[in-house]
Each structure stands twice: as structure tokens, then as C-alpha cells.
């Protein structure tokens, strides 16, 4: 089973890895509840199993990149009665610390050894191996896949036990959160002023006032276009509830995220919740009355 790698999960970020992966030499077999993605990858070269169970006994590393904690749970469970043993299944999705260690007791009680990994990064990031992974959990096992890793990744850190790669994750969507929205605020503010917004997306990057949001996002909203989504906002919601409540019950306040708050949930409002999270332009243009020329 050596170079083999399988994933559950094979959406924006899933697919995109799996992708790396077969392009590195990897043989990646996956499974996904939607039979469209699988076959999308399968004319790749990806080899798509007809459940969690048929992909546990091809390979023994496992990576799960799922949109909830019932999916990810649920992954887990078909992996624990699997009749399969000695799998290290790494967790890549935003989830809650709970849910993290819910599927951890799953897995472990089953003789597996669950990692957590969450990735930072965007779609578009992971197309092109741009991302960073926050990898917690048995250090021997996280060293074992750095060669899969390099395949998809720009950097994987080993920050310790289980569950600090989700505190780590929290802490730096917390701040993506807050930049997609600066980033926003800052487009409108010189559209109204009647800066060329192409100028401003090209410009800001090479000043103090950028950041990495911002020159992801950016050219989305200069071009007012949030498809395809690298992040959509309703994926994104369930992020954002994650992370507020993670603040709130270590006692830590967050004004600047909780403001960020009701933009997210306009945009929802506004029927954008399929559109990239950069589409908040659109709902503080709306605010601003900006009329683009």
C-alpha cells in the first residue's frame, strides 16, 4: 500500500488535493457521496470506491476533507467498522475542538490513529499547492506523511498534541475572517472614490496595507465576479459559528470578528451563499451605493 493515499471528501479542497497528488505520482483513491466529483477525478486518474470501507482496505493513510461534524463523524464510524486495523486517518476539515476528539475516540478505540490536520489555505491555493497544514497528533505518524504532503502543500508544521492544529486553525480563520472583510471595506471605499478598483487590487500588495486576503480576494471583487468559489459563504458560515464559539468559551472577546458578522450573514441573505467569500464586496457596494461605470 505504499504511495497510496485515500480521501474522503473530494470537493473544492478535497478534489483539488487529490489532484496534487496524482500529478506527484500518487495512486489516490477516493470516495464521495456526490457520484459527479468522483467521476470528474476518476477521468484523472483517481480511482473511486463505492464506500468508506472499500477505500480503508486499499490504503493506509486516509485523509478526510468534509463540509460537517456528521460527515466527518460518520467517515469515522465506517472506518471503525470496517474490519480493517492500524489506518491513520487524518482529519483536514474546519471543525469544532469537540468534534475533533469525538472522531479521535472513534477511531483510536477501533486501533487507529487519527491525526489532526486542518488546512490553511483556499481553493485556489490548494490547485497550486499553496497551502499549510497545522498537523496534531503521534509525531512519528505525522512524520511518515510529510512525502505525501509535499505534494499538495508549501508547508506542514507538527504544533503538538492532538487538537492544537484546530486551536491553531481558529485562531488564523479568526484573521481571515476580519482581512476578507478589510479587503472589501478597502475596494469599496476607493471605488467611491473613484479609483479604477483593478488599480487598487494591483497596487495595495506592494504597501503596508496588504495582507494575504488581500491579494486573493482582491481581484475577485475588482472584476465583481465571486465564481467559482474558492470558499463559499455558506460553507464559510459554519466556519464562522466555529470560531465564535471557541472565543466565547475561552472568555476571549472578539470585536472586530463580531463585526465582520453581519456582512457574512447579508451576503446570505442577498442569495450569495453559493459566491466565494469575496462576494461581501458586493453587499457593501450595495451599502455604499456604489454604481461600477
Same mark, same amino acid.
Given at each position: ?33 456526490? @457520484? ?11 480511482? %473511486? ?42 482529519? @483536514? ?10 472522531? &479521535?475516540?472513534?477511531?483510536?478505540? &477501533? ?92 497596487? $495595495? ?7 494575504? $486576503? ?14 467559482? &468559489? ?31 458578522? %453581519? ?31
Amino acid at each position: 500500500m505504499a504511495n497510496v493515499i485515500g480521501i474522503v471528501g473530494l470537493g473544492i479542497m478535497g478534489g483539488a488535493m487529490a489532484r496534487n497528488l496524482l500529478a506527484g505520482g500518487w495512486r489516490v483513491v477516493g470516495f464521495d457521496t456526490d @457520484a459527479a466529483k468522483m467521476a470528474e477525478l476518476a477521468a484523472v486518474g483517481l480511482e %473511486p470506491c463505492a464506500s468508506v470501507a472499500a477505500m480503508a482496505s486499499q490504503t493506509r493513510a486516509i485523509l478526510t476533507s468534509l463540509p460537517s461534524a456528521r460527515a466527518v463523524l460518520a467517515t469515522a464510524e465506517a472506518i471503525a467498522a470496517s474490519l480493517t486495523e492500524g489506518r491513520v486517518v487524518v482529519e @483536514a476539515s474546519t471543525l469544532s475542538l469537540p468534534d475533533k476528539l469525538a472522531f &479521535a475516540d472513534v477511531l483510536t478505540k &477501533a486501533g487507529h490513529t487519527p491525526l489532526d490536520c486542518p488546512i490553511s489555505g483556499t481553493g485556489a491555493q490548494a490547485a497550486a499547492r499553496d497551502l499549510v497544514i497545522y498537523a496534531s497528533g503521534d509525531s512519528d505518524a505525522i512524520a511518515a506523511l510529510r512525502p505525501c504532503w509535499a505534494a499538495f502543500t508549501k508547508a506542514v508544521h507538527d504544533v503538538g498534541a492532538f487538537g492544537n492544529g484546530t486551536r491553531l486553525k481558529l485562531v488564523a480563520n479568526l484573521l481571515v475572517a476580519i482581512h476578507n472583510v478589510a479587503t472589501a471595506e478597502a475596494m469599496v471605499l476607493g471605488m467611491k472614490a473613484g479609483l479604477d478598483p483593478a488599480q487598487v487590487a494591483a497596487l $495595495i500588495p506592494g504597501g503596508a496595507g496588504n495582507s494575504r $486576503i488581500f491579494e486573493l480576494r482582491a481581484p475577485m471583487m475588482a472584476r465583481d465576479d465571486y465564481l467559482p &468559489a474558492t470558499m463559499k459563504v455558506d460553507v464559510w458560515q459554519k466556519d464562522m459559528d466555529v470560531i465564535g464559539r471557541f472565543a466565547a468559551e475561552l472568555g476571549v472577546p472578539t470585536p472586530t470578528f463580531s463585526a465582520t458578522l %453581519p456582512i457574512y450573514a447579508a451576503a446570505m441573505a442577498q442569495g450569495l451563499g453559493g459566491s466565494d467569500t469575496a462576494a461581501v464586496c458586493a453587499v457593501l457596494e450595495q451599502m455604499a451605493a456604489v454604481v461600477r461605470s
